[in-house]
């Protein structure tokens, strides 16, 4: 069901089910591209805002608001609080908005490089977030406005999963078992006209804390179970036909979707005994070491065959991990390995990305950033880099602790703590700038503009 577009007002945003869990992570598109390195980056960023021409007349798609053209791309981060959602430069690291926004809230990029999705009571609304490209022939134009908070657009009982793959969106509402699918070409005219024209909608037998995926083909897995068991899942045609499905993936969560080293596409959801991939119609169960080897978050990267994971063995342990698992998608195997070494650092899920090469980073409760490289049968740390002060994780995972996300070729570290940011050069080992963003931030996304 979807509704109208308002600008949003604070009153409407409350806080959303506890129940929901940490979300898996896939790798959109819009977050993969070239960075330069440490020497460049100061260069570039400076240089990036300094050719600008402000369009007062027109708005060119920018939602009423007066837009300025830049020479560049203008990349932002949304970051969420207790009481509403920061828009921040990522050169800069300069606050750009500061939306109000009551109660917990979640943020997924939707996957054009502008909207974010934000899932609050009722539904999900929409982050504009004031950035964006226009195709002119050869070249590109490159705009900036004003973020805007808009309420819901897509109305849900409990606003879950995101995944951005093939061109497109997919929402899946835990409440009700709901799936939408949204074009993502056309999420800015969707916004600006106030409501969403899904492409395909399907309804799950039973609701359940799942998640869906579309594809180009249109084909839409979905995951399997009720509100207490999660078994597995399936792929549908586009007449909802069952093509083929697996119920070997006890507690199915979290989830990625991209193509491995041959060019193959695959999708890949955490079980607690290992991993179930989806690939050229056919379903693999790769099972983990342990009897109970917890899988819940994954993090693929274009052309790679490791697909990085968390892991746990304990069902009671709390959301402080010590070890990471590493998919094999070549020889269906499963690594475990500690990136701490024995030091007996932590982190949680909010601490695990990739790099645009692939690279593996974590960030430990002792304040460092590891990148990491799989290597068949092991992995090697190749860098540790002291970003943060040294942190403890949390009882509940709704507590603000430290968050990682890359966008654009570097990695932005939050310290809820200190009320900072810190961008990180992790290919050239340094943290390249910091700034006090004036908040205790929760979850952070990008929108690379």
């Known amino acids: 069901m979807t509704r109208s577009t308002r600008p949003l007002s604070a009153a409407l945003f409350g806080v959303l089910a506890l129940g929901l ?34 369009h007062e007349g027109h708005d060119h798609e920018g939602e009423g608001h007066a837009v300025t053209e830049a020479s560049s791309r203008t990349p932002r981060l949304a970051l969420t609080y207790d009481g509403g959602v920061l828009v921040v430069d990522a050169n800069t690291l300069e606050t750009v908005a500061d939306l109000p926004a009551e109660g917990f809230n979640r943020l997924n990029a939707v996957g054009d490089g502008r909207h974010i999705a934000v899932s609050t009571t009722g539904g999900w609304a929409v982050l504009d977030a004031g950035t964006w490209s226009e195709p002119h022939g050869d070249h590109d134009h490159y705009w900036t406005a004003k973020p805007a908070l808009h309420e819901v657009i897509l ?49 799950t037998a039973q609701p359940h804390h799942g998640v869906a995926v579309a594809t180009e083909a249109g084909d839409l897995f979905v995951t399997r179970g009720d509100e207490t068991t999660r078994t597995g899942a399936m792929l549908l045609d586009a007449g909802d036909a069952e093509i083929v499905a697996n119920d070997e993936c006890p507690g199915v969560h979290g989830e990625t979707a991209s193509t491995d080293a041959n060019g193959t596409e695959f999708i890949l959801v955490g079980c607690e005994n290992g991993v179930l991939v989806l690939r050229d119609g056919t379903f693999t169960k790769i099972a983990a070491p342990d009897a109970y080897g917890r899988i819940g978050n994954a993090f693929s990267a274009e052309g790679s065959n490791a697909v990085l994971g968390d892991y746990g063995t304990d069902p009671e342990g709390g959301i402080g991990l010590t070890q990471i698992s590493v998919v094999d998608l070549e020889t269906n195997s499963v690594l475990i390995a500690d990136p701490f070494e024995g030091s007996g650092a932590q ?26 490289e799989a290597h068949g049968d092991h992995l090697d740390v190749i860098r540790t880099i002291p970003v943060i002060d040294a942190w403890e994780v949390p009882e509940e995972w709704q507590t603000a602790h430290p968050a990682l996300t890359v966008l654009d070729g570097m990695a932005y570290v939050t310290e809820p703590a200190t009320g900072e940011i810190h961008v990180v050069d992790y290919t050239g080992g340094e943290v390249w700038k910091s700034a006090d963003l004036g908040q205790e931030v929760i979850e952070i996304a990008g929108a690379t503009g």
């Open 347 to 372: 982190y949680t899920w909010r601490d695990l990305a990739r790099g645009t090469e692939g690279e593996i980073l974590v960030l430990g409760t002792d304040g460092s950033l590891r990148v990491l």
């Open 21 to 54: 869990a940490a979300c898996g992570a896939s790798t959109p598109s819009d977050t993969a591209s070239a960075s330069p390195s440490a020497s460049e980056a100061g260069d570039e960023h400076h240089d990036e805002h300094g050719d600008e021409e402000e």
């Open 155 to 203: 109305e849900a009982e409990k606003p879950a999963h995101v995944v951005v793959h093939d061109g497109l969106t997919t929402f899946f509402d835990d409440g009700t078992g709901e799936v939408t699918v949204v074009e993502i070409s056309e999420w800015t005219d969707q916004v600006e006209h106030g409501h969403l024209h899904p492409i395909r909608e399907y309804q």
